[in-house]
């Protein structure tokens, strides 16, 4: 497939902006009108804070490139992977003509993203195990569909989306499947990062929010084919990931036995409280979760979230994508048997 041909004709012809630190990172740099005095605070983590950081994100890339096993020409950073689905949106998808789909329940960010673009979005519902139903998704696309989005784990279901089906809708697709892997790392399969070689129109996003514990550093990638990466790389804001995150996320990936251990831990509290809401007979149901969170469904949902909170527990009211489903994320076993219990006294 022709990566090219589906790409809107002014991100074709942009002259992207060529920035000071993407041609010279050493040297006397005059070039930038950054302060070579010098910054107000100390540059405690001697990183240059004067200095604008390395558009391309090469130590990043090469680093996560070992630790993925996947070349780096086939990473990209984004200011969280929320930043990096805006970028596809507006490289394939013109305002006003082009469509997406997303599969429903799912992540709203991929309706917000298309909405604040002026692209409008065809959602599909997922069938009753919440897997894609690809006939109906085929009877959806139109010449117009550029990018399909697919959740996997899928938020709010908690469900991994069979791998067999994403391949089949990224071979007969022309167009792009976008896989947002936020959550894979609590999965028991294996993400998709190395189908990319087979699927030139895949892209999976992830993320250091869900399972490296960073959310608060706003750092997310994407595993895609070369001519998506440089496309990434062409349209993003020059600058679009400061020192302090990738400093973080190099520390981080320096220390991921931590995350895994984590994974570990999140995986056996997702056990015992989908244990403890199965034996609670006011739940109906309690969804089987890939993920860091699990949903649920119980009587007069909204009230039970309002009660929640007014004890000071914090859970995620789904119930307008789920009919009558409560979110809540997996915590320390403290804050879980502080929510089970208030739970309980609430039902
Ligand atoms: C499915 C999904 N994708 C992406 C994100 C956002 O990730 P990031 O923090 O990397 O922007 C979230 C956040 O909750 C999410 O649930």
Known sequence: MEI????????????????????????ILLDANENSFGSVVEDEWNVGLNRYPDPFHRKLREELSSYLNVSKEYLFFGVGSDEIIDLVVRIFCEP??????????????????C????????????????????EKIYSSITKNT??????????????????KLIFELAKNFNGIVLVDEAYIEFADK???INSI???????????FSKAWGLAGVRCGYCVASSPVVNLLYKIKMPYNLNKLTSQVILNALKNN??????VEAIKCERQFITDELNSN???????PSDSNYVLFECENPIEVYHKLIEKGIVIRDRSNQVKNCLRVSIGTREQNLKFLNELRNVL
């Open 281 to 287: 007979s006011k739940i109906k149901k309690v969804f």
């Open 257 to 262: 036995l931590q995350k895994d251990k984590f």
């Open 146 to 163: 550029k990018v399909i989005f697919i959740c996997s784990p899928n938020n709010p279901t908690g469900n991994l989306i069979d791998s």
């Open 197 to 207: 070689q087979d699927y030139p129109n895949l892209i999976v996003t992830r993320t």
């Open 96 to 113: 006003k003509i082009d469509n997406a789909i997303t599969l429903e329940p799912t992540y709203g960010m991929y309706k917000v993203v």
């Open 4 to 27: 090219e041909s589906l790409v809107r004709k002014n991100i074709l012809q942009l002259k992207p902006y060529t920035s000071a630190r993407g041609d010279h990172m050493t040297g």
């Open 190 to 192: 294996p993400s998709l």
């Open 115 to 134: 909405d604040v673009n002026d692209v409008s979005t065809i959602p599909i519902q997922l069938d009753k195990s919440y897997q894609p139903d690809l």
